[in-house]
């Protein structure tokens, strides 16, 4: 399959400063893929790359098939909705027609009842709107414009945990209806976490770690117990974390485990608990070699 | 992600349900699967994930594939599953139980009494 995004040594330098530092990263068209690291670890500039919205220092991006800066045809099938977005000085309903204009795919009806579930004014001036309200609608119009790449960049500032799951809600149905590849950069790893197929991990400008997100879960745990029974257990595997209490050993495994070890386990009188995709990720960014590990014992 | 847990794989979750629900009656033979698109919407999920979690039952023949309307609960499937989870009673449910017994120092003979007590009792009956 032809990837909708393929970056290949993608450097961003600001003077001395790398943001990004030689990315490469395929994503296929039709898949949801999580964006994730710390703050200015570079999401936001590799998005605003991808969006045309900022230049490589070094490398070359391709969105559908071509570059993506200055490029009308790949930017009218690419929304970009940025963590407190901007807007001209205009009402809601101005926004909204402004973008009927500009994307090819524009769902008119989904737009309004977006519009409604988020309870959004269409009179209203933007700058009059609450964060939230204005997150809503970039929501709105990053969905609406059913665009062949769609990326959110931290879209909901100011969003209550009930809209955010109206947003989730709205993404996976309209995704089934009409599969699109959608990057979204995200913090709230927990609540999203189900709704990625892939997650890529940036740390300090670098890919760290890209993986299918249902073959992270299982793949690192927690063993904790006596520190001479988690010594046996362990053996020469990959270690994230060791943490130490008098005799009482508890370490982060990189690597499935087997039938045989729960069993060993149990006569180790050990405690296995795997953990959640967010709780790798943290791991994973302060790891350099997290995705080489998780590779080679998967 | 409605009572999924996130230390394992959600596809795998997603087929351990159906089968349970399978094995238990609740989809009855012949009956239609849910489709990836609805298992995605209630458990929030990406679509991608509840169909390899369909897909993985499909390809052990529990379910079949009917062109064009979707997944059926194969005939047989629910013996199948029981006789599976037959096979599994004793390293699933009875080693642990030994081991424990043992380590409590609750010889063979009191743990048949204690077994025998709670077929009695109904007390182990499940619902």
């Known amino acids: 399959m032809t990837p ?3 970056i290949t040594g993608l450097t961003r330098r600001y003077r001395d400063q790398f943001a990004l530092n030689d990315v490469s990263l395929d994503l296929e068209a039709g898949s949801i893929t999580g964006l994730l690291g710390r703050n200015g670890a570079g999401k936001t500039t590799l998005l605003r790359i991808l969006a045309g919205q900022e230049f490589p220092s070094t490398g070359s991006v391709q969105v559908l098939g071509a570059g993506p800066a200055e490029n009308e045809a790949v930017l009218r099938r690419t929304v970009f909705v940025r963590e407190d977005q901007t807007y001209p000085d205009f009402a809601v309903r101005h926004a909204l027609r402004a973008a009927s204009w500009w994307y090819p795919n524009w769902d008119a009806e989904l737009a309004d009842e977006l519009q409604a579930a988020f309870e959004l004014p269409a009179g209203r001036a933007i700058k009059k709107l609450s964060r939230g309200m204005r997150s809503a609608l970039g929501i709105t119009i990053g969905l609406a414009a059913r665009a062949e790449v769609t990326m959110f960049d931290e879209p909901y500032a100011g969003l209550d945990a009930v809209a955010r799951h109206l947003f989730y809600d709205r993404l996976l149905a309209d995704y089934a209806e009409q599969p699109r590849t959608v990057l979204l950069s995200t913090h709230l790893i927990d609540e999203a976490a189900g709704l990625l197929e892939r997650v890529v991990l940036l740390d300090r400008g670098r890919v760290v770690l890209q993986a299918n997100a249902d073959e992270l879960r299982g793949s690192v745990t927690r063993v904790s117990g006596h520190a001479l029974a988690v010594a046996e257990f362990i053996g020469g595997r990959p270690v994230w974390e060791r943490r130490r209490v008098a005799s009482q050993e508890s370490v982060v495994l990189v690597g499935a485990l087997s039938e045989a070890d729960h069993v060993r386990a149990r006569t180790l009188h050990l405690n296995l608990e795997p953990l959640t995709l967010q709780q790798v990720v943290v791991h994973a960014a302060g790891t350099p070699e997290a995705g080489i590990q998780l590779r080679t014992s998967a | 992600m409605a009572g999924l847990d996130e230390g394992t794989p959600l596809f795998v979750q997603i087929a351990e349900r159906l089968a349970e629900d399978i094995a238990d009656g609740g989809l009855a033979e012949g009956a239609r699967v849910p489709s990836t698109n609805e298992l995605a919407a209630y458990y929030q999920i990406n679509p991608a994930t509840a169909a390899k979690g369909i897909n993985m039952l499909a390809a052990d023949g529990l379910l079949e594939k009917r062109r064009g309307i979707g997944m059926f609960v194969a005939a047989g499937a629910r013996n199948r ?41 109904g007390e182990g009956v499940a619902v």
């Open chain 1, 4 to 6: 909708a995004i393929s």
């Open chain 2, 81 to 121: 599953l029981l006789e599976d989870r037959r096979k599994r009673f004793a390293e699933r449910h009875i080693n642990p139980l030994v081991a424990e017994a043992s380590r409590l120092g609750i010889d063979a003979d009191e743990l048949i009494a204690l077994i025998q007590k709670s077929v009695h009792t």
